[in-house]
């Protein structure tokens, strides 16, 4: 289960996902034009995580949240709103 938290979002935004396992995973944001404009590297542990990111420099409009992990890479969009 990935949620992607809240969407629109303006300053903040949340991912909770579950992990069977620890694990790293990797976390990319792409513009509407797939350019990379943030990444980060994660420790997941065993069950449900939360990770925070800080979306208030970026300009508004249309995202895509890349998580990867070992097994799997998913894709979430999501709008950044104006402040």
Known sequence: MI??????????LSLILYAKEAEQANTIIYNAYGQQV????????IGYNKIDFFVSS???GAYYLKIVTKDSGIVKPFIKNKR
């Open 38 to 45: 943030f990444s980060k590297a994660n420790l997941l542990n």
């Open 58 to 60: 970026l300009s508004a």
């Open 3 to 12: 949620s992607v938290m809240p969407n629109p979002a303006a300053d903040n």
